[in-house]
C-alpha cells in the first residue's frame, strides 16, 4: 500500500522542514498516515459535467498525484472543480493574450480587463483547492500534521 505523505525528510534527532523530530513524532505521523489508507483502492472516475480542457487537467493531476496516494474516491468533485478552475484559469489567460491586459470602458479610460479580473478570481479558486486536496508540498505536510496531532485543540479551527 502506498503512503498518504512521504516521511522520508523526518529523521529523529536531525533537521528536516525546521524542526528536530522526536520519534514519538515520527511514529505519530505515520501512525496518523496509515489511518486513512483503504483496504481496498477504489477507482476515481472523472466527473461527466467536466469540458474537454477539464478532464485534460483532470488526468495529469490523477497522473502526477498518483505515487502519493492522497487522492480518494470521495474526492472526485472537489478535484472536478479545480481541474474546471484551471481549465478556466487557462482560457482567461489565452483571451488575455488575445486581448491584452487592458480594456477602455465607457468613459474612455484604460482599465484592467475583465479577463485579468477573471484570472485573478480562478487563481484564486485553484489555490484554495490545491490546498484542500494536498496537491502541494505545503498542504501534504500540513496534513501529515494534523493528523499526527489528532485535533485536541479546541481552536484550532481559528488559525486553519
Known amino acids: 500500500m502506498g503512503q498518504i505523505v ?11 522542514g525546521g524542526k528536530h523530530w ?3 513524532e515520527v511514529k505519530e505521523r505515520e501512525a496518523a498516515a496509515q ?22 487537467v483532470w488526468r495529469k493531476t490523477i497522473k502526477d498525484m ?23 484559469y487557462q482560457e482567461a489567460n489565452n483571451l488575455i493574450d488575445q486581448n491584452g491586459y487592458t480594456e477602455i470602458n465607457a468613459q474612455g ?5 475583465a ?3 477573471l484570472a485573478q478570481s480562478y487563481s484564486r479558486i485553484i489555490l484554495s483547492y490545491s490546498n484542500k486536496l494536498g496537491l502541494n508540498a505545503e498542504a501534504r505536510a500540513r496534513l501529515a ?6 485535533g485536541d485543540d479546541p481552536n484550532e ?4
Open 6 to 16: 512521504r516521511f522520508e525528510h523526518q529523521r529523529v534527532g536531525q533537521k528536516g
Open 22 to 24: 522526536t520519534e514519538q
Open 35 to 56: 489511518k486513512f489508507v483503504r483496504k481496498k483502492k477504489r477507482k476515481m472516475k472523472v466527473p461527466d459535467w467536466l469540458t474537454d480542457e477539464a478532464r485534460k
Open 66 to 88: 498518483e505515487e502519493f496516494d492522497v487522492l480518494d474516491k470521495v474526492d472526485e468533485d472537489v478535484l472536478g472543480t479545480y481541474c474546471d478552475a484551471v481549465a478556466k
Open 109 to 113: 479610460n484604460s482599465v484592467v480587463s
Open 115 to 117: 479577463y485579468v479580473k
Open 145 to 150: 500534521k494534523k493528523m499526527s496531532e489528532g
Open 157 to 160: 479551527e481559528l488559525f486553519d
